[in-house]
């Protein structure tokens, strides 16, 4: 345990884990009644195991309970009154929750004595005492040395196997009440906040010392970043040092963080590499590069592993950074920034955060600094993405006109062309979008000013059109469409629909709304996968719910690749790769949809005979033969008037050229993972979504069966004009649910909520999706 409480900071980490283990537990609570076959085979296992080694198992869950006992009692003892708040504040969420599931799960409440003394029964789900005694160590972790975190750690996966093999509870149960006791810690961490994990500054101490590094004085540096601790010091002869600590109890180098802000956020400068060894090496190496290619930058004094795995980088400082002297900046200066970059491209190098920070000068010369997130044999873009920023912060720096101009006599038309694209908001640092907003600076009129210098047109975005045709055929397709669902309704007894809903059992509705919002998080996974660019996931996962709120314009397939091409033009891309990520991403969507209904129809004895002919008005099938008519029309046309159709020839063979560079990326495996496994990801999640609804009615259905009638049901809802595919998709879901065994009002009642969850709602929390994408320039 550590001597004293250090300063605490809530963690992205703790809410990963709240989230991931509040999904694990709500599908094992579904799972759990009936016991699976696995689950009994496991149970079987343990029973027939020889009853003389009973004595070993109550050993693990007794250790459980020592290192428990013994954490509460250090804390107490060394007067820790924060940690001992963290640690009965984590048991006391865990109890609630545990008592809670295990209502819903078993349908009564455990009896006094058993919540009292916490003795686990195997009927009991989750394990109580497991999950109260593993909240306790699991929230007292951050406040442990590495050796005592291992121990706990150690305890909790013994005690959980020791539960199981003495027979006080299921497996099932068991790893709910781990899951129970991680709720309750990351609660905590998130309530109070934990300790940032990272070394002390004698343990830093220690580490120079075991480096050999002698220094005279020792101190926290004034600006920290994410995932390392910098101390600056000064050595035996007056000489600063920067000291780059990266500790294994810095949590946030650990890989779950270091992967989540690099794929959620993919902030420009994001490590490349998720250990904190790696990371060290990998920023040692490149400044080493950098310093053989004649830049000036800091110069590597050792770099190593100590005795308690901190991994240490210790630098020697050069120059002042232009953040901290704004005064410094010059045309000449500037001239200089783009010199210094050229020869950093030409050995290859991408750094990836060229800002103020970033940039040094060391009398008249100037340097780079920071390379944690720069890259060797860096790719165009990459390369291109560095000229944007550097071309941004000589714009704060000098003014927009000075800093173009010398911006196009160092790099000629050409190739200042090929940067406007880049010249966006998320290719930027933060730092840089804090300069721009705060110094006034709109990045298109920037971009519109280079281009007129390059002699070239500005790289144009995809218009947001308000008012269209198509906008206007809007309203009369929804009063069709609504009638459409008030002939449905009107066969529906509303009041036996409102008592269908008044028995319904809540928590499968509960499951279902959460299961119902996961979709759009495995669309963005495959719109990844589409996308020739790395493009940061949380922009792409508010694009997918802001097209949610489009949806309700358009159809829904429609406005997906639209908002995009707009989304993707904001990244750099041209038009028509930007309008191939759209196109491939439906086209995967299309070719998943047809491969599930197809393998289900041969593979499985599944067979629904869906036949929706009855849920479509024949006159929506009449307009949508006039609209097909009316298409074939104006394509004879165009193609008739010869200007007109060279036009659209030249235009087409631009788009297809640019469109190859995004179909070519394909050939990497890794991407098509991601388009198919998050088109088909997709598909489950919205039928297990539909089926909780329905379980929730007391009618249960088969995940092959509701894929199959999902899958049929958006396939015709997606050949329609219609918004949403509002009054089809209700009629067609209700008709596939009667014909899997559902009586029609539960299946009416279930649907309901399945499209409230999935289509209704969502678009409340998509228009701020959409404001936020347009306030930070995504669109």
Known sequence: MTQVDEPRARRATDVIMLVAATVGLGSFSLAAVPPAGFERAIVAFVDNLPGGLH????????????????????????????????????????????????????????????????????????????AMTAAVAIGAVPELTHPARRLVRWSVALGAIGFMLVGAAPPMSVAAGVLVATIGAASAHLVFGSTRGRPSLEEVALALEGLGVG?????????????????????????????????????????????????????????????RLQQAEHEAFITLLVQQAGIITQQVVTAGATVGDDVVLVLAPVGVELGDAPERWSPSVARQVWEVVGRLHDSGIAHGELDDRHLIVDGDEVGLIGFRGATVAATEQQLCSDRAQVLMTTVVGLGADAALAIAHEVLGSERLAEVLPFVQPTVLTWRQRTLTREADVDLDEVRGQAAALAGVEAPELQTLRRVTWRSVLQPVLLIVAFLALARGLAGIDLEDLRSQLGDAAWWFIVLGAMLAQMPRGAQAVSLLGASPKPVPLGPVYALQLASSYLSLAV????????????????????????????????????????????GIVVLTPASLELDLDNAVPSGLVRLVVWVLALGVAALAVLLAVRPWRQKAFAWVRRLVSEALVAARALRSPRRVAMLLGGNLASEVLFAAALGAFVAALGFPVSLIELILINVSVSLLAGVLPIPGGIGVVEGGLTFGLVRAGVPEDPAFAAVLLYRLATFYLPPIWGFFALRWLERNKHL
């Open 215 to 275: 220094f005279d004085t020792l101190g926290e540096a004034d600006r920290q970043r994410t995932g390392l601790f910098q101390v600056d010091a000064v050595d035996v002869d007056g000489n600063r040092l920067v000291v780059k600590v990266y500790g294994r109890d810095a949590s946030d180098t650990q890989i779950l963080s270091t992967v989540w802000r690099t794929v959620w956020y993919r902030e420009p400068g994001s490590p490349v590499a998720p250990g």
């Open 55 to 130: 004595g070993l198992w109550q050993l693990l869950v007794d250790l459980l309970t020592l290192v428990t006992t013994g954490l509460v009692v250090a804390a107490v003892v060394r007067r820790r009154w924060a940690l001992v708040r963290d640690i009965v504040f984590a048991a006391l969420v865990a109890l609630a929750i545990a008592l809670v599931v295990g209502r819903v799960v078993e349908d009564s409440w455990p009896s006094v004595s058993i919540s009292l003394q916490l003795t686990d029964v195997s009927s009991w789900f989750p394990a109580l005492r497991l």
């Open 555 to 598: 159809p829904s397939s429609a406005a997906r690749i639209a908002i995009s091409i707009r989304f993707f033009q904001r990244q750099g891309l041209a038009t028509g790769s930007a309008l191939a990520v759209g196109a491939l991403d439906g086209v995967a969507g299309f070719f998943v949809q047809v491969s599930l209904l197809v």
